[in-house]
């Protein structure tokens, strides 16, 4: 079942006997996580009724021992069992002897008493395993994926309103690009927002500059933004506050040098009607990344993406050499960038 049917059911108090939250939105197997325990679990059964394990630690047929297990002093339990690598397709360690018959074989007739929770932080499970088709004619499988740019701008929206603060014209894709479009980072900065503008508030362009903490990866991506826009004043405005954090010149221009191959990737990718979700998956990227990167490689055809990773390869020599100063250096590319 896909995210929003499991939260739904949820909700309408319908619980699976098993789920495997699998995807690397850590935030959304959080969410899912948390309000099955607070539907399924009284406040005060918490310490007897909720137990945790680390399948990297336990077997996995520890976890089904405890799961057939009847409860203690209440009247259902809730388990979850983290790092199920054995529904992926990477090798296996060899630390922990799971025997996952022991598994099968409890799918089959699970007891009513326990709902069982498995994690896994990958974005694909290994579909040509017996038990993940088990699991997933069973429709136990809840993928947790990163949101599309559209389902991303929409929670936002959503998430403000039930702060109950206005967002200015252009906040929502501004506080997405700052963060990376992560959810955990966007409630964080969400809440950072809501407590400082208060009910009925509105966050402004100006605020979020001011209040939402950036990386030196997503300070390199925003200043590449402001070169393809044109802003040149806000583009050395931004290095310039790179320089005054006492980040390594060489350090920016490998970061710029990264971005202006994505881009060249991406522009490639999506000649070849890859979507944001695809093209996101085989280059390790957030689809609002791409879908930013998409609309930076539009300023500039495949072949001058090229020229410009090339020259970023060459200032990244110069600098080592002492070729330039490197102050200079990467002034003097943003100038050419944007000529």
């Not at 959304?28 to 325990?37: A, N, V, W």
């Not at 018959?101 to 694909?124: H, I, N």
């Amino acid at each position: 079942m896909d995210y929003k049917q499991a939260m739904k059911s949820i909700d309408e108090q319908k619980f699976a006997p098993v789920y495997v939250t699998y995807g690397s939105e850590s935030y959304l197997i959080e969410q899912f996580i948390r309000k099955l325990t607070d539907k399924m679990i009284e406040p005060e059964h918490l310490d007897f009724a909720v137990s945790k394990y680390d399948l990297n630690e336990v077997p996995v047929q520890n976890v089904i021992a405890d799961a057939e297990t009847l409860p203690f002093m209440v009247p259902r339990k809730l388990i979850i069992a983290g790092n199920a690598q054995f529904l992926t397709g990477s090798r296996d360690s060899g630390k922990v002897d799971h025997q996952l018959d022991r598994l099968t074989e409890y799918l089959g007739a699970p007891v009513d008493f326990t709902v069982l929770v498995f994690t896994v932080s990958v974005d694909k499970l290994d579909e040509r395993k017996k038990l993940v088709k088990q699991l997933k004619e069973k429709k136990a499988l809840v993928p947790c994926l990163p949101l599309t740019a559209e389902e991303l701008q929409a929670w936002v929206r959503r998430q403000a309103k039930r702060e109950s603060f206005e967002l200015a014209d252009g906040v929502v894709d501004q506080l997405v690009l700052y963060t990376g479009g992560h959810l955990q980072s966007l409630a964080a900065e969400i809440e950072k927002i809501s407590l400082n503008v208060g009910r009925g508030g509105t966050a402004t362009p100006e605020l979020i500059d001011s209040l939402v903490v950036r990386s030196t990866e997503q300070n390199v991506f925003i200043l590449i933004e402001q070169v393809v826009q044109l802003r040149l004043d806000r583009a050395f405005a931004l290095l310039e506050e790179l320089l005054k954090q006492k980040e390594e010149p060489i350090k920016i221009v490998m970061l710029m040098a990264r971005q202006f191959r994505i881009m060249l990737q991406v522009k490639e990718l999506s000649k070849q009607s890859y979507s944001h979700q695809q093209i996101g998956g085989q280059l390790g990227l957030h689809p609002y990344a791409v879908k930013i990167a998409e609309g930076q490689a539009r300023a500039y055809d495949a072949e001058k993406l090229g020229r410009i990773v090339s020259q970023l390869a060459d200032l990244d020599f110069k600098m080592k050499s002492g070729g330039i100063d490197k102050v200079l250096g990467l002034e003097l590319f943003l100038l050419g960038l944007a000529a």
